[in-house]
C-alpha cells in the first residue's frame, strides 16, 4: 500500500493558506477500524467531558496528552503524519504531541465552536512560538455543511494571534477583529469524507456550527509542537518529548492495545 507523503506544493499552500486539505489520508480499511473502535471505546466516553457553547448546547470531547500503543496513538505517531507535520513547521525532526481529542458531535445537540485560533487557547499556557504548533484533524464520519463542519478563514493564520477571551465556556476570538478578517478573506466550509485530513496553523480562525443533522460528526484532532517550543505555564510534559514514529502499516498490521489510563486524559 502507499501512504500519504506531503509534496512540496502543499507547504507552499499551507504557508500561504494556513491550512491544506489531504482527500484519502487514511485507506477505507484504516478508517473503517479507527471509526469501529471510537464508536465503541467505552475508556474514550468514560473519559468525555463537555463544553457550553454560548447558546448552551453541549459540545462532547475526550482528551488525552500521551499517545500509546492504541490505534489513535499509532495514527498520531504514523510515518505519513510526523514527517508531514514536521516539514510544515520548518522540519527539525523533533516533533513532539501536545494533545489529542475525540470530538463527538453528537445529532441534533453536538454544540458549536466559536471563532477561535488554537493559539487564543494555547498562549495561556505561554508557548511562545505559534508557527511551530500544528493540528491535524481526521475525519471519522464524513463532515458536512448540515452536521457542522469546520469553517475556515483562509489565510488569516498570518494575522498574528487575535484577542480571545471567554464565550460560554469556550474561548473565543474577537467579534471584531473575526468580522474584518470575514471582510477581507475568504470564509471555507471544510467538508471531508471519513479519513480524509484537515492540516491547519495555530493561528488560522476557525469555528463551527452545531450540529442539527440525525448524523453524527466525529473527528481525531492531533495537535504538534516542538521540543524547543517549551510552555512555560503547562503540567503535561508531552509537548517537549520528541515522538517515537511507528511505520504506517502499524495500524492495520500490530496488535493493537485499548487507549488506558497511560494516556493521561485531561480532566
Ligand atoms: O470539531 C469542531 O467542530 C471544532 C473543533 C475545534 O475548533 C478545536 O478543537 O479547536
Known sequence: MSYFK???????????DGYIIVRGFLSKEEVAKLSKTAFGDENIKNHAFELNDKT??????????????????????SKRMIESVDKLMDGDGKVCHFHSKLMQKQPKVGGAWEWHQDYG??????????????????A????????????VIKGSHKMGRVEHGLSGE?????????DLALKTMDLVYVELKAG???????????????????????????????????????????????????PDEAMLEWE????????????
Open 140 to 151: 471519522i464520519t464524513d463532515a458536512t455543511k448540515e452536521n457542522g463542519c469546520l469553517q
Open 56 to 77: 448552551g448546547k453541549k459540545t462532547r470531547l475526550t482528551e488525552w496528552y500521551n499517545p500509546q500503543n492504541d490505534i489513535y496513538g499509532m495514527l498520531a505517531r
Open 196 to 246: 480524509d485530513a484537515l492540516l491547519f496553523h495555530s493561528n488560522l480562525l476557525h469555528r463551527s456550527n452545531a450540529n442539527l443533522s440525525n448524523k453524527p460528526r466525529w473527528s481525531l484532532i492531533s495537535c504538534y509542537n516542538r521540543s524547543s517550543n517549551a510552555p512555560y505555564n503547562e503540567s503535561s510534559k508531552s509537548s517537549t518529548v520528541p515522538l517515537k514514529m511507528v
Open 170 to 178: 469556550q474561548t473565543g476570538a474577537s467579534e471584531h477583529y473575526v
Open 6 to 16: 506531503l509534496n512540496r506544493k502543499e507547504i507552499t499552500n499551507y504557508k500561504k
Open 256 to 267: 493493537l492495545h485499548d487507549i488506558n489510563e497511560a494516556a493521561d486524559f485531561a480532566k
Open 121 to 138: 487557547y494555547w498562549y495561556k499556557n505561554e508557548f511562545l512560538f505559534p508557527d511551530q504548533m500544528i493540528s491535524v484533524m481526521i
